[in-house]
């Protein structure tokens, strides 16, 4: 993943994150090979081995230039070509302040799945109001 941090608000549901999936070269990972038919993010508390939430994840189209600029030119005009998702929040994985830990599970239309190496840090404020 291209972003290793992500900070969000304790019960935020918005806003919803977009990341880049990349594989062990930084280069974004084609979501549109070998039939993925959807990916999630699977979160933890640091140092902990429980599963906090399963989070779902949106493929994106457009894929992210070397200047922070994103491209929708084809073929990157369809959805998880250039391995852009956006992350779903749900309730059970925002209402704890804390610092987490994410992977990104891809889910093959045969029931298969293949996970990012890389984790991501998500730090999690508590809502003052």
Known sequence: ???????????????????????????????????????QMHMREKGDDVLKATVPCSMLSGIVQPDGTVSYAPPYDVGGKGGRVQIEWIADAVDTAGTFEGEFELVF???????TYKTTTITIRDDIG
């Open 1 to 39: 993943m291209a972003d290793d941090l992500i900070n969000h608000v304790q019960n935020d549901l918005r806003p919803k994150r977009v990341v880049t999936l990349v594989d062990e070269n930084d280069v974004p990972v084609d979501l549109t090979v070998g039939g993925v038919s959807y990916v």
């Open 109 to 115: 239309g045969d029931g298969s799945t293949q996970t």
